[in-house]
């Protein structure tokens, strides 16, 4: 059963749900509290059902190249990771929090990525929604050992800005957003649904190699496919896999989420 209702009311259908003895996907938040989410897995587990979230932007073109840059070793030992998400708007945004809207799957990323953090700082604010209450700029640190990443939003970038930038004791990826993506005509529903990024929007890749020469190059982006994430629930519904999405990893962002709302007073 695949729970796609406002944000508030996905524990109590997943709930339901489970109950009736019902795999469930639930879209982005999972929950709105760590513990609530906690709870609804374990009901899960003593069911004998799947909880999965849609943490789809995990196939993002411009997340898959980075992880596949990071774990090439070509960077050496990473030191620093920016990883952006912004806008520009001149006028308050009807949205919810932008951290429990979009912060959800780029916190996700990072974690997918190295893990839960040793420690965090969260700089969260509401500038243009300030009467409302809801952030529109937050920068959240993760730190693992010497390494920091940051995972920013801001309703306040006008220029175009790197989506990850990335610094290592050998050298320095950089990669703009995957922007508008174009639908491949695809003659079954089960073919990758997006083409190529073009060439001109592929990361750049800077590094000293093994001997000593300095290289500078464009890396061909990967194919974002969406459809990913049901083959994976396939898989662990009729295979027995474990998800791609574990459970400890939904409660993490969702923990994170929660102390960064709490650090803007919200």
Not at 117 to 133: A, F, Q, S
Request: charged share 25%.
């Amino acid at each position: 059963m695949c729970i796609n209702s406002p944000n508030h009311t996905h524990v109590s259908y997943a709930e339901m749900a489970l109950k009736a003895g019902k795999h469930i996907l639930v879209e982005k938040p999972f929950a709105m509290k760590s513990s609530d989410a906690q709870r609804v897995f374990t009901l899960a587990q003593e069911k004998g059902c799947l909880a999965y979230t849609n943490q789809n932007r995990r196939f993002d073109a411009d997340f898959l190249i980075l992880q596949d840059i990071i774990e090439s070793g070509k960077l050496g030992t990473l030191i620093e990771i920016e990883s952006h998400y912004d806008y520009f708007k001149t006028r308050p945004v009807v949205t919810q929090d932008m951290i429990f809207n979009l912060g959800i799957h780029t916190i996700d990323q990072m974690i997918a990525l190295f893990g839960i953090p040793d420690r965090t700082d969260y700089d969260v604010k509401g500038i243009l929604n300030k009467e409302e209450g809801a952030d529109d700029y937050f920068d959240i640190k993760l730190y693992y050992g010497k390494l920091k990443v940051s995972v920013k939003t801001s309703l306040f970038v006008k220029l175009p800005y790197p989506r990850f930038l990335v610094h290592g004791t050998n050298g320095s990826f950089m990669k703009y957003s995957q922007g508008h993506l174009f639908a491949k005509s695809a003659q079954e529903p089960i073919e990758a649904s997006f083409l190529q990024e073009p060439e001109d929007n592929w990361g750049v890749l800077s590094y000293m190699d093994e001997y000593g020469n300095d290289i500078t190059t464009r890396i061909p982006s990967r194919v974002t496919d969406y459809g990913k994430i049901y083959d994976d629930l396939y898989a662990c519904i009729y295979q027995g896999k474990a998800p791609y999405v574990k459970a400890e990893e939904v409660v993490a962002v969702l923990n994170i989420a929660e102390e960064a709302e709490k650090a803007a007073g919200n």
